[in-house]
Nanobody, 124 residues
Framework: QVQLVESGGGLVQAGGSLRLSCAAS????????MGWFRQAPGKEREFVAG????????YYNDSVKGRFTISRDNARNTVYLQMNSLKPEDTAVYYC?????????????????WGQGTQVTVSS
């Protein structure tokens, strides 16, 4: 079992930066691939970034490549999403999630554990 709690959201101007954190509890945390998703009002939840292991490959939605960086610190049971050069279209509730699959997937239904979400608002 994994419990996830996000933090770090807020209001920022376009071009600014935020770092989201996802604190996990559960003894098997470091065996789960992790993902960040986001959901804007009236839109479906979409994959943002994913990471398998601390030093494994990372995966990104094309819309955030080069601007966002996902990382994890298994010693601290925490996953991070560094977001730079933010745009108004990045405004959404951001969720971290864990999947029992062996690899990162972009499909939200494959993630069994979810945090409560943190709001990111980017003003123009």
């Amino acid at each position: 079992q994994v419990q996830l709690v996000e933090s770090g959201g807020g209001l920022v101007q376009a071009g600014g930066s935020l770092r989201l954190s996802c604190a996990a509890s559960g003894r098997t945390f470091n065996t789960y691939p992790m993902g960040w998703f986001r959901q804007a009002p009236g839109k479906e939840r979409e994959f943002v970034a994913g990471i398998r292991w601390s030093f494994g490959p990372t995966y990104y939605n094309d819309s955030v490549k080069g601007r966002f960086t996902i990382s994890r610190d298994n010693a601290r049971n925490t996953v991070y999403l560094q977001m730079n050069s933010l745009k108004p279209e990045d405004t959404a509730v951001y969720y971290c999630a864990a999947t029992p699959d062996l690899v990162v997937t972009t499909e939200a239904v494959r993630y069994h554990y979810w945090g409560q979400g943190t709001q990111v608002t980017v003003s123009s």
